[in-house]
């Protein structure tokens, strides 16, 4: 950016000044707005241009409905502080502000000033400061002398439409500032995604395919961001973004807190965006940002191969062939743009709209066209919703008619992907590894396999996947200066004996119990080396308060298992170059002999303790989910966003009802905006960055592999999968409500808010906790959903066909009609699969009770009864055979018989009230689902499923 931009977006940030919702109409705002940009040091700069106005005429139309100018709308903030939710339109009054303007803008005045004195002088960095710093300035108690906390992130951009916020506003208009005089609205996307990330053996592989794409999408989004700023990226948003917060400290020096390395680690950015940028430089700027992403994917690639080449000792011209071919055009990238040339004319680009689209004779956008033009002429902003679907259309059609340049591999396959020849030098020991099997496998195993233990015995892997498997250790820490990022990732198996681990730590001091474990763990250290260790799940690791708690936390978890130190044959492979043969049988007996010394000696702490804290045994299942956001496209698109009447303030929203003009297009859905767009982004950006993680990783055994967005891969230890699955979807829409007395959190998908309380350091509350709530982040809302596939694997299961699994789950899942559904299979390692699908919860009660009924709470219920052994699993065999052909019954009818069959299999026989009691409600509950549309034979399905969890997920 040049200095005529930087100020010029400055001037852009501070037209409006952030507190002018509460001093409009006591206070001249443009004057205020010139005293910010004094204090800021922009002496000869502190005005509004003419640019800056027109830049803040479209975002206003973008952002506002055009409400007729005979009517003169008043909606005072500090008397009556309204706003809305901006995606549902949730209403929330905030009760009487303070009159007094004088400490407000007193706040206002000292954050700015704390900006000026950083960055005294540099316009750049003054202008980056107000986009990333200046909300977090204004929050700092040192300058909040007004006490409004997080009020300030709420202050509507218009009091009489309150969805969106000043700072919206303000960024938009900085946006379409460094674009004109000719706007251009640029959609960028890489791929292939699916293929790209789905390609895994092991679930470090995952990991390394999403952070790979992350990066390469923030490589092109970077470019975007240092020609016209970050603030010209619509979505996703870039504010508090790890990478983006890592530019800005490293190559623009601003004094912002260095992002989080488990944030920094984890791959949170979708693989598109959409910019505002100027006509004359789209062309340029997409060609360049596709540049950029092929030359960051060339430089990972070959960083790797230059590592291998240096280890391995290779110089080869077949082996640079490989790369070359392999590397040059995998990855794909699309753009489209809308430009405008005549920024005057809205009917021209209206009509060729219609004939692009196919849009019907009678458009409800022309009514609400029509009634605009009685107020404040439209302008580009007016049709923002228009301009962005055309755009995403032709994007689309570019994707639909991309030069396919298919390589063809020769030869052998590589073991991951299988469809690219395996990386070679030609020859190994003066064989051909293109056609000599032997001598491509002895090359892997010989050379690669010795010198990179990242990489498995029998592996053999092309240019793309060993750049997945390889790029974290030898791009983005050498090369990213990301030293110590947390490239690694657990184990399934260290997922699957996760709750036996933290179980066997939290008795360790138990009956000798340490002893027991540190020997087995130097046994197996003796017999492993290196293999000995792998990635604990973070809140075992925690629970550790001693070096012998730490080991037995990092060691791998297949070593838990019997039969890994009974494959004689595999650990002999695995020594043979390490010991005699003799040496090797004496460390695998006493490994052997200590695993039994400390299993007997779990055996008998378990005969001291209750049921529920016995440490049992190790599970050799894991469960993977997979969430996704419901109707994505229709919240970009608009088309789930709130009605018009909805997003109004009550006060012109009465006004208007009786105007005959607007009494339809009060019903109308709110025309797609910026800011929507923007409050998307924001509510998504803080799910994958701040939510999923604290749910899944600090709240219970899991580990988020990515989440991107409206979408979460994890890996959930069975004893907390359904806690797990409940708070995801409830987070993701915000359907959380905090007791006034108790401080506490709970779910609730009828009256939720909408927003997601956080503690004093910004992180989301778990549910029940009762931290004192010190602020909130943005959800997507009540009215938004999302659907999961989820399935229960054993840990030996391929990792591929899991992952294929778990798609197809969450594809069965959005099958449902109106979706807000999950779907969950059980894979059994003796063959066969178990799977239901079902929604969150009903908006129904059975005998009429109404209210909302949730499914995941009743599959708990059932799965604790199987658990203490309540009832017998036999249940679910006598429900699946006596029920076939009750379906047409009345419910009354098949209650009972179900409660029949429930009595029949029951065990805990002493205490009949209480008994009838849980067995009418658990009944009682299958009988919600059976009227929410599961068959019997579905409900004997979703009972298998809760008994298998019931036995196995304690583990």
Sequence with gaps: MDVELEIKKIQALLHDPPEKPIILGKIGHEGRAKELMLELGLVDEASIPDDVRTADHISSAADRINLPKHEHFIADFCGNPIIKHPLSAKEFNLKKLPDDTSRITASADRAIINLEKKYSGDKEKLYLALWRELFGSLMDKKNDVAKLGQLWELLPADTRIPDHSIWEHKRVTSAIAGALPKLAFLL??????????????????????????????????????????????????????????????????????????????????????????????????????????????????????????????????????????????????????????????????????????????????????????????????????????????????????????????????????????????????????????????????????????????????????????????HYFKEKLQFNNIDDNFPSVSMVATASFKLRVIENINNNNLAVKVGCFVDAVDALAGDRCSGI??????????????????????????????????????????????????????????????????????????????????????????????????????????????????????????????????????????????????????????????????????????????DDVLAFVNLRDLPEVMRKLRAYFSGCLVADDTTNKIAIDFKEGEGFIPVDDSGEAINVGSGKQIKGFMLSMGSKATASMGVVIAHHNTNLSQVLDEVRKCEKEAKKLRDKNAFCIALAKQSGGTEQVSAKWFYDFGYEGQGGIFETIPLFSQWADAFYYDYISPKIVYALRTETIGLEKLPAQAIRLELLRIAKRQWKKKKEKESNEKVLGELVSGIMNLHAGGLSLDEIGKFLSVAAFLGREGTR
């Excluded at 895994?200 to 794409?213: E, I, M, N, P, V």
């Excluded at 092109?220 to 790890?242: N, T, Y």
């Excluded at 799940?537 to 297949?558: H, N, Q, T, W, Y």
């Excluded at 939510?691 to 592999?705: F, N, P, Q, S, T």
């Design 188 to 473: 960028f996307a890489i791929g292939p995604v699916q293929d790209f990330i789905a390609t895994a053996r092991k679930t470090q592989d995952l990991w390394a395919g999403s952070y790979l794409l992350s990066y390469l999408s923030w490589s092109a989004m970077k470019l975007v961001a240092e020609e016209f700023g970050p603030d010209s990226l619509i979505f996703p948003d870039l504010c508090g973004q790890p990478f983006a917060d890592k530019w800005l400290i490293n190559d623009k020096n601003l004094e912002i807190a260095e992002p989080e390395l488990e944030k920094l680690s984890s791959p949170t950015l979708p693989n598109r965006f959409l910019a505002i940028v100027p006509a004359d430089s789209v062309r340029d700027i997409a060609e360049n940002a596709k540049k950029q992403v092929q030359k960051i994917f060339h430089e990972a690639c070959y960083a790797v191969k230059d590592a291998m080449e240096a280890r391995l000792g290779i110089e080869l011209d077949d082996w640079e062939h490989i790369w070359s071919r392999q590397t040059a055009d995998f990855i794909e990238t699309y753009w489209a743009a809308t430009i405008f040339e005549n920024m005057k004319d809205i009917a021209g680009f209206i009509s060729e709209y219609k004939q692009l689209m196919g849009v019907a004779d009678k458009w409800a956008f022309d009514a609400l066209l029509s009634a605009y033009k009685k107020g404040f002429a439209p302008n580009i902003g007016t049709i923002y919703g228009q301009i962005y679907k055309l755009t995403e259309k032709a994007l689309g059609s570019s994707k639909a008619v991309r030069d396919f340049k298919q390589q063809d591999e020769p030869n052998h396959k590589c073991t991951l992907c299988g469809v690219r020849e395996p990386v070679h030098p030609g020859l190994h020991n003066n064989k051909d590894c293109s056609k000599d099997f032997g001598a491509l496998r002895g090359f892997w195993q010989e050379k690669v396999l010795p010198n990179f233990p990242q990489i498995r015995k029998s592996e053999r892997l092309c240019a793309v996947c060993v750049t997945k498997r390889l790029s974290s250790r």
């Design 536 to 709: 604990p799940i973070p809140m075992v690791i925690r629970a550790c308060r001693d070096e012998i708690s730490k080991k037995f936390a990092r060691l791998e978890g297949d070593w838990l298992y019997k039969e890994t130190l009974e494959d004689k044959e595999t650990l002999w492979e695995e020594n043979k170059n390490k010991m005699s043969e003799d040496d090797f049988d004496n460390v695998l007996l006493t490994a052997k002999k200590r695993w039994k010394e400390l299993f007997d000696a779990i055996k008998e702490i378990d005969k001291t303790l209750p049921d529920d804290k016995r440490i049992g045994s190790p599970s050799t299942y894991y469960a993977i989910l997979l969430m996704d956001g419901d109707n994505m496209g229709k919240w970009l698109s608009g088309e789930n966003a709130p009605t018009i009447g909805d997003v109004l303030h009550p006060i012109v929203k009465n006004t208007l009802e009786y105007d005959q003009n607007w009494q339809a297009l009060l019903k109308q859905r709110r025309p797609l905006n910026p800011s929507l767009h923007l409050a998307i982004s924001k509510a998504l950006r803080d799910f994958s960055l701040h939510v999923a993680r604290e749910i899944v990783e600090k709240d219970h055994l899991g580990k988020v592999v990515y989440a991107g967005g």
